[in-house]
């Protein structure tokens, strides 16, 4: 396996979203527990929905990986909560929390130098851990961005 420490290091900044991209952890700061569960206009789903479809999509994606007897999820059903979910406090709370726990073991597998980036995934298509590692870092900061111009746009930044 040719030296690539300097593509993990680049894949865990992009991962963690540091440098040109709003963190999650920055999009969701001080965010009023009154609008966890508000639809912006013209908008199918609340601000907590679009936080757990973030969480769900990287979980499935880190399971792919991991997983030999992995089952695919049902797009787009099994990637967002029901229309009428409702999240609380806690939900919410949890919902960054496994976020984060999950990512962090995505980084894990991306810095350990056993992990070949570019090795097919046994039981994929052709994918391997660095094209799932792009995929994770492009779903989220789509959706990072969408979250904060939304608070925007229901004038909710402090």
């Given at each position: 396996?040719?030296?690539?420490r300097?593509?993990?290091?680049?894949?865990?900044?992009?991962?963690?979203?540091?440098?040109?991209?709003?963190?999650?952890?920055?999009?969701?700061?001080?965010?009023?527990?009154?609008?966890?569960?508000?639809?912006?206009?013209?908008?199918?789903?609340?601000?907590?929905?679009?936080?757990?479809?973030?969480?769900?999509?990287?979980?499935d994606?880190?399971?792919?990986?991991?997983?030999?007897?992995?089952?695919?999820?049902?797009?787009?059903?099994?990637?967002?909560?029901?229309?009428?979910?409702?999240?609380?406090?806690?939900?919410?709370?949890?919902?960054?929390?496994?976020?984060?726990?999950?990512?962090?073991?995505?980084v894990?597998?991306v810095?350990?130098?056993?992990?070949?980036?570019?090795?097919?995934?046994?039981?994929?298509?052709?994918?391997?851990?660095?094209?799932?590692?792009?995929?994770?870092?492009?779903?989220?900061?789509?959706?990072?961005?969408?979250?904060?111009?939304?608070?925007?746009?229901?004038?909710?930044?402090?």
């Open positions: 396996m040719k030296n690539d300097a593509l993990r290091a680049e894949l865990v900044r992009f991962l963690r979203t540091e440098g040109a991209h709003l963190s999650l952890a920055d999009a969701v700061k001080s965010f009023p527990v009154k609008d966890i569960n508000r639809r912006p206009p013209h908008v199918p789903y609340t601000f907590w929905h679009l936080l757990e479809h973030i969480r769900i999509a990287q979980w994606i880190l399971d792919f990986i991991r997983n030999p007897d992995y089952r695919e999820l049902r797009f787009p059903q099994d990637y967002w909560p029901a229309r009428s979910a409702k999240a609380t406090k806690k939900d919410w709370d949890e919902t960054i929390a496994r976020y984060h726990r999950d990512l962090e073991e995505m894990a597998l810095k350990n130098p056993k992990t070949d980036l570019h090795a097919r995934i046994p039981h994929g298509n052709g994918q391997t851990v660095l094209r799932e590692a792009i995929l994770i870092v492009d779903h989220t900061s789509y959706h990072v961005g969408e979250l904060g111009i939304l608070r925007q746009v229901v004038n909710n930044w402090k």
